[in-house]
């Protein structure tokens, strides 16, 4: 008897859990079977719950419209601001430059230890450092492309 009383829970406790309608059927023979359908008249309702479904929040209309700027918030001036985006874009340009030279020293070096080593693995440091200097031109350029 415990062992069919601890079946029953165990089957129970996880159907409970999925919150659907868990049926008891008692068969012609005596026998017992839990399920989550109605099998035939013998079966009795032992756990009940409807599903609650929560609608998703809604999205905020407009942050703009929600949060607008405060009137005494400080604001730059036109010309403060395109001197500071043409300082930006002088740095960058300066960057860009540099990068371009490195790049073209480790080609140069590149060449030489291939040249030097018939292009063994020796060479890969070298060919990590041109990749590298490929990559912050690419990413100096991306950058030069967002300004204004």
Do not use: W
């Amino acid at each position: 008897m415990t062992r069919r009383l601890l079946a029953l829970i165990c089957a129970l406790v996880p159907m409970a859990l999925s919150a659907q309608t868990i049926y008891r059927c008692t068969e012609a023979g005596g026998g017992v079977l839990i399920s989550n359908t109605r099998v035939h008249n013998n079966c009795q309702a032992i756990v009940s719950e409807e599903r609650n479904t929560v609608p998703a929040p809604r999205a905020p209309a407009a942050r703009a419209a929600s949060n607008p700027t405060p009137a005494d918030f400080p604001r730059v001036q036109q010309d403060t601001q395109r001197s500071r985006d043409a300082d930006r874009r002088h740095i960058l340009e300066q960057e860009l430059a540099g990068e371009q030279r490195k790049l073209d020293q480790a080609r140069k070096e590149l060449a030489e230890r291939e040249a030097a080593s018939g292009g063994l693995e020796r060479a890969a440091p070298y060919r990590d450092r041109v990749a590298q200097h490929e990559r912050n031109l690419q990413a100096l350029q991306r950058e030069l492309a967002n300004l204004r």
